[in-house]
């Protein structure tokens, strides 16, 4: 069956596979799956069925639509797909089985394995960790945080799932001919499995969908369309095809920056994040305080700090838990008693700054691994294992965290989970704090998976996950008021937007296998601000020694996509590479990192806050300039990156400016067409213009260290 227009050709066979999908010269069906495949489920008992395997498969078709009807053993499903300026399905099925539709992959493409490290100039766009662009598929599947991972109880963090550390719905592929979009608008924001995976001589893109009705449910219809659209171009076309439909379908109460009246006045004031530990100088070291306790031992380095860079500063702790550091739900007091931090909190506040804490997520920790700190009478004399996230047989375990402490994932459908964190976060309230990160290890804002068949939820994930986080949040934020924001770790996927307003980006995560592109920041920069986090793992993918200008490179990075800049110190003082980091021997550079903050963070103050603060990202003028070489282990070798960093950027009146930034030690030379423009004034980060540009190809210097802006005339 053949389904033509003037953008695309596409052709299904009798079994409704797609087994051709050209545009614009390109065949992106590279190998045939089946149309569809489900899994059912009763307890630990699953059984997982292609849409090939029907017994009976009925057609039903025009010129531009067709309806399949499959029957098999108990379950049916009727598929519709629209074949109009792009391709639009969705199914329904009747299930007269005595099982749970547990999933359903949909609307299943292999795309060529002609990624770019496989010698094509392919590569794939997905917005997890805040945007990947990956241009190797054996590196992705070597790589213990993106490699493929079926999605299974127990939680894991870095589960390619969505709404959680995948923020958006879409994936894509594109190469220098054409590319593919598939996405799906679902403005219920239920949950998804959407990640990418070699299949045979191809790379299979994964939409699964999990149902998450109740098992008596035996007529189901998917609530939203799959679609699948087409562009030319990089990934800011696919980028812009989704924000298309998120600006039509906003998540309810979402306002932007500009507008937003709850928002804080120092949300757009640009802090700098100054992030550091209470107690020990690792995550795995044994609890005790080290030389920044009492808690005003830090001022001398916060002070100095916010002198050096001009900024308002945030002083953002971690292991401040008078408990035992990251093993929640428990907290309170803080180190030292409530006291020492308030009184810190008014010094902080004296000298016009602000506090934050760093949390950990929804679990419970039965005790700790690295202090005394212990729960488990209260745990099992009040039978709290009935509150917990569990397997299909009942079976409760976690893989959140394990090594600080022994811990359960606890259920976000539990009205104990939900009291005891709004508990914990009032007494973080009486702290006097400005921000809290209540989410650590809850990717996205993300509740963890659970098939326990004693909760009021089905006995399978699903859209009651977001339903009841979204429930949580709201009790949260009307609990805590609008002085203090939130977040969680990794910026907040799409369905909790409107309720976790800053939040730490781990787009370093991305350079374990790929490269990180701003595409959160695109879709989402107007609505909502991240600062970069506290980096951790990052020492882990480059090495240092051999990349000195890798700290510098994420924090240009960070500042023109938008981000709020990060610093991690040590007990000393010193700006360390990441958190995590225990030998201090290598330290980056500290003055250059000064001075490009102090520079980043006037420009995002003056000149560019229209742009950095209240804009919107848009697709920029390609620049050229000399590369900078950064030694990656996995791959033994350097790889390159741009040394100077762009993005471009439309004001609320539609103006255009192109942000520029160097990390380097040296001068660096650029290049940029603007044939077609009216021409750009250059200026730098206190508003001065430097140099006025015509509407043609210009070459320029940029000092180091620094930023400039190309406003367009």
């Known amino acids: 069956m053949l389904f033509s227009n003037e953008k695309y050709t596409a052709e299904i066979d009798g079994l409704g596979a797609f087994v051709s999908l050209l545009s614009g010269g390109k065949q992106f069906v590279n190998a045939r799956l089946p149309l569809f ?101 054996n590196l992705k599947e070597k790589d213990g945080i993106s490699k493929y991972k079926d999605i299974e109880y127990p939680s894991l963090g870095l589960h390619a799932l969505f709404p959680a550390v995948v923020e958006s719905q879409f994936i894509s592929y594109y190469d220098d001919t054409a590319g593919i979009y598939i996405a799906t608008e679902d403005n219920e924001r239920n949950l998804k499995g959407i990640d990418c995976r070699p299949f045979e001589n191809a790379i299979k893109l994964q939409f699964r969908l999990f149902i998450g009705e109740d098992k008596n449910t035996e007529n189901f219809t998917l609530p939203y369309n799959q679609v699948i659209d087409f562009f030319k171009g990089d990934w800011h076309c696919a980028a812009e095809l989704y924000r298309n439909w998120f600006y039509d379908n906003l998540p309810e109460g979402l306002v932007a920056v500009k507008d937003n009246e709850n928002l804080p006045e120092w949300y757009a004031d640009s802090p700098l994040i100054v992030a550091y530990p209470l107690q020990g100088v690792h995550d795995m070291d044994p609890s005790g305080p080290n030389k920044l306790f009492p808690y005003n031992n830090a001022l001398p380095f916060i002070d100095e700090i916010a002198s050096s860079t001009n900024s308002k500063v945030m002083a953002l702790l971690m292991h401040w838990e008078g408990t035992a550091p990251w093993a929640p739900p428990y907290v309170w007091p803080p180190l030292g008693g409530e006291k020492l931090l308030t009184d810190f909190s008014d010094e902080i506040h004296k000298r016009n700054h602000l506090l934050g804490l760093y949390c950990s997520g929804i679990s419970y920790s039965l005790h700790s691994n690295i202090n005394d700190f212990n729960m488990e009478s209260e745990y099992n004399e009040k039978g709290l294992s009935r509150h917990m996230c569990a397997s299909p047989t009942g079976e409760i375990v976690s893989n959140t965290c394990q090594q600080q402490r022994e811990s359960y994932d606890m259920c976000i459908s539990e009205d104990f989970t939900k009291d005891v964190l709004l508990k914990e976060a009032e007494k973080m309230k009486s702290g006097k704090v400005d921000y809290i990160q209540i989410l650590d290890q809850n990717h996205g804002g993300t509740p963890y998976l659970c098939y326990s068949d004693k909760h009021s939820h089905p006995a399978v994930p699903g859209k009651w996950m977001v339903e009841h986080m979204t429930d949580f949040l709201k009790k949260l934020k009307t609990s805590l008021g609008n002085d203090i924001l939130l977040g969680c770790e990794s910026a907040a996927a799409e369905a909790y937007i409107p309720y976790l307003n800053l939040s730490d980006n781990r787009f370093n995560l991305n350079y374990s296998a790929a490269k990180p592109i701003p595409i959160y920041a695109y879709i989402y920069h107007k609505y909502l601000h991240n600062f970069s986090g506290n980096s951790v793992c990052s020492t882990f993918f480059f090495d240092v020694d051999k990349s000195p200008n890798f700290h510098m490179l994420r924090l240009a990075y960070s500042f023109i996509i938008g981000d709020l800049l990060t610093v991690v110190i040590n007990e000393d003082g010193e700006i360390i590479w990441a958190w995590g980091q225990r030998d201090f021997s290598s330290l980056p550079d500290r003055a250059p990192i000064m001075e490009f903050i102090k520079n980043a963070t006037e420009m995002r103050r003056g000149v560019g806050k229209e742009f950095l603060v209240f804009g919107e990202m848009t697709a920029p003028k390609p620049l050229k300039s000399e590369e900078e070489n950064m030694f990656k282990f996995k791959t033994g070798d350097y790889e390159a990156y741009p040394a100077v960093l762009t993005s471009a950027w439309l004001n609320s009146k539609g103006e255009k400016a192109q942000i520029l930034a160097t990390y380097t030690s040296k001068e660096e030379t650029c290049e940029i067409d603007l044939s077609g423009t ?25 000092p180091s260290n620094t930023c400039l802006m190309l406003k367009f005339k």
């Open 678 to 702: 009216l021409g750009a004034d250059l200026i730098n980060s206190k508003g001065e213009i430097i140099k006025t540009f015509n509407g043609e190809k210009v070459q320029f210097e940029i």
């Open 37 to 137: 495949a489900f899994r059912l489920r009763e307890k630990d008992e699953v059984s997982y069925t292609t849409s090939d395997e029907a017994q009976k498969v009925e057609i039903t078709k025009n010129d531009r639509a067709v309806s399949l009807r499959y029957d098999f053993l108990g379950i049916s499903f009727i598929v519709n797909v629209s074949f109009d300026s792009r391709i639009s399905a969705y199914f329904s099925f009747v299930n007269k089985t005595d099982k749970y539709v547990e999933w359903v992959d949909f609307l299943q493409i292999a795309v060529c394995s002609d990624l770019v490290k496989q010698g094509g100039s392919g590569k794939i766009v997905m917005d997890i960790n805040e945007g990947v662009l990956y241009d190797d598929i």
